[in-house]
């Protein structure tokens, strides 16, 4: 039997210890199960496990640990043993107002001040009570705010790197297409030189061809001259030529 629950201490459903302790309602359940496999004892209600802070911090302990689950769950099932060793009887210290009936007061006026005392703390229990349910609400609704945020932001990253790379793909086919245009601009240009380049070869070879065939022209010419000079030479009367064969060799 459970001996280390304190009087009006706080009990945890198992949806609000899956709340406490950041983890699943099926993982709750799954560690409950491994820690009565290893022997600790919950407090029940029918075959429904009724949570307290103990429970919670061992609930903690089975997330948070780097071992495997049963070596801890053996662990904290000692703690809860040696929690328990205690004697049968246990006293129960009540508060020095309650510890002992006689000393409570006859006086009506007396009475009432007391009873106005203990409704004034429970008053003040209650409004504690409201204000925490009150920040407990308003703690869920910055969570839940904080993880669509956390959304809104993931998914503006996400866009924005999207973007960036379309950005960026449009950008390299830009640079190669430019790439490519000038790289066909330098070889139409390139090959408009070489056409002008053999277009002026052409027309060099020409002239030259025109320049051989007009030299040739002029030593044919001369030949011919030559030749019909040299007949007209040897035709004529000898005496004729004499004098001026005789000028020339002079």
Do not use: C
């Not at 993931?154 to 449009?170: D, F, L, M, P």
């Amino acid at each position: 039997m459970r001996r280390d629950i304190q009087p009006n201490e706080r009990a945890f459903s198992t949806k609000e210890v899956a709340e406490e302790v950041g983890i699943a309602t099926p993982t709750v359940r799954k560690y409950g199960q491994i820690l009565e496999r290893n022997g600790y004892e919950f407090l029940k209600d029918g075959d429904r496990r009724i949570f307290v802070q103990s429970d919670v911090g061992a609930l903690i302990a089975l997330r948070d640990t780097e071992k495997p689950l049963d070596d801890t769950a053996k662990d904290l099932v000692e703690q809860q043993r040696e929690r328990l060793k205690v004697p049968d009887e246990t006293d129960i210290s009540l508060p020095d107002t309650y510890e002992n009936v006689e000393s409570l007061p006859y006086d009506p006026n007396q009475l009432k001040d007391v009873l106005r005392v203990v409704v004034n703390e429970l008053a003040a229990t209650r409004e504690m009570n409201v204000q925490l349910k009150s920040d407990m609400a308003q703690l869920k609704t910055t969570v839940s705010r904080l993880q669509q945020d956390h959304h809104a932001i993931s998914s503006s990253i996400g866009n924005a790197a999207q973007k960036t790379n379309v950005k960026i793909e449009n950008l390299t086919k830009q640079q190669k297409a430019q790439y490519e245009t000038l790289i066909q601009q330098e070889k139409e240009h390139y090959e408009e030189l070489l056409q002008q380049e053999q277009h002026r070869s052409e027309q060099l070879q020409n002239e030259m061809k025109s320049m051989r065939e007009e030299q040739i022209k002029e030593w044919r010419e001369q030949n011919d001259f030559n030749k019909r000079l040299e007949e007209a030479i040897q035709h004529r009367p000898k005496g004729k030529w004499s004098g001026l064969l005789s000028i020339f060799k002079k």
